[in-house]
């Protein structure tokens, strides 16, 4: 049975730093790509960042690019999610999501490529 499993949120101030950590099970590691979304109050889900499977490459939404950096340690089924200068807004529910991929196809930001969700983890940002 595939299990998501997202950790590491909290309140921090702005400007300070947050490590996100995603755990699957259930499924091959190497078969899948992670995206990390986040879900404002009002606000619909959007994709944050992403890194295949086969060629470790990356996305990031604009206002993230030089802030986050994604990661992925196949020996312990993990993806990470490093948030730096992180800013109020910031705040929301972050999800991570799986993406079954063949042949170095890039990952995507779009929710309905992804077919399995975790429960999310909260992260604030307020002074």
């Known amino acids: 049975q595939l299990q998501i499993v997202e950790s590491g949120g909290g309140l921090v101030q702005p400007g300070e730093s947050l490590k996100l950590s995603c755990t699957v099970s259930g499924i091959r590691f190497e078969e899948v790509a992670i995206g990390w979304f986040r879900q404002a109050p009002g606000k619909e889900r959007e994709g944050v960042s992403c890194i295949s499977n086969l060629s470790g490459r990356t996305k990031y939404i604009d206002s993230v690019s030089d802030r986050f950096t994604v990661s992925r340690n196949s020996g312990v089924s993990t993806a990470y999610l490093r948030m730096d200068s992180l800013q109020p807004e910031d705040t929301g529910v972050y999800f991570c999501?799986?993406?079954?991929?063949?042949?170095?196809?890039?990952?995507?930001?779009?929710?309905?490529?992804?077919?399995?969700w975790g429960q999310g983890t909260q992260v604030t940002i307020a002074s």
């Open positions: 999501a799986v993406q079954s991929l063949r042949n170095y196809t890039p990952c995507t930001l779009s929710r309905g490529d992804y077919h399995s």
